[in-house]
Each structure stands twice: as structure tokens, then as C-alpha cells.
């Protein structure tokens, strides 16, 4: 198509050609502030960081369900051993398992005292075995087992029923107590 000059009112010739105007699309030209933007970076960095440690904390158990939050505990007087968890959460099932040593038995029978928060705190579900009977008293249960030669060991299956650091007192008749404490998360 041929070019054709026009007038702008004054005489002179105006020409104006399309290749003569800039054809930039797709672009936007706005300005930056560098300081602003070494900020966002420092912050996204410790936001990683953070997600991080979570992750890391969580897979070693520091919220349930790992190795930190399993541990072991002996009675000062070497009557029994308690395998359980330390962290635990609200209304999940959690195992106590006590190991009863030689000097437990008397009688040919195992007697062990439980603190009430057993049943208040931990809503103990089962006990494998059950025991051949249970007493009460103003602060706790006693469970009696018959002794057998097989391993003498007792599990609770509970399920927490409060959030927060919970205290668990067992011990077998006439000795040292053993005060668990479990820290129980929502």
C-alpha cells in the first residue's frame, strides 16, 4: 500500500509509518525495589527452615509416634520395667507395657497398683491379660495376677482422654512407685 503524507493544519506534512512505532506486547514495565525483595527472600528462607525442623522434628517422633516419643522405665527397686510413650495424642490408642522382674512376685501372685488417672486420664480400654481381680482404694486399682513361669508382663491399651502433661503412678505391692509422665497433644 502506497504511502500518502497528511496534513497536520499547518502545511506541513506529517508522515508517520507503522514500522516507526515501538511494538513491544506482552510486557510490563514496572519498577523494582531490590530491598524489598532481599527481605521477602530472608523471609522465605525461614519459613523453609521452619517447615523443615517440623518435618524433621515430626519424623523422629517429637509429636508422636517415633523413637523420642518411646521410652523405658525402671522401678528404683528393680520390680518391674514400663515400656511407653511419652508423647501421645488426645483419644489415639497408646500401649503401656509393664515387665515385672522376680522380686514382683509374692505368693505366687503379682500385685500392681495403678493411680487413677489409669482410668481418668488415660481411658485404659483393655488390660491384656485381664487380671484375676481388681480392688479398689481412694486413689487407684490394684490388679492381681497369678505368677507364671512365662515371661510376667502386663499391657494397657488406653486411650487419653486429657491434653496436656499427665502423671501415671504404678507400682507392685509394698514397693517403690513409678511416676510416668506424659505429655498428650490435641
Known sequence: MPHTPSSNGTGKS????????DQEHDKLDVGSDLAFQQKWWRFERIVWVVFTAIVLLDLAGVFGRGPLARATATAADGTMSVEYERVARFSAPSLVTVHFNPPAEKDGAIHVWASDSLLQAFGVQKLNPEPERVTLDGAGFTYTYRSSPQANSIQFAMEPR?????????????????????????
Open 14 to 21: 506529517l508522515c508517520l509509518r507503522v514500522d516507526d512505532v
Open 162 to 186: 486429657r491434653v496436656g502433661l499427665q502423671k501415671l503412678t504404678l507400682r507392685v505391692a509394698d514397693a517403690a512407685p513409678l511416676t510416668l509422665r506424659v505429655l498428650v497433644l490435641p
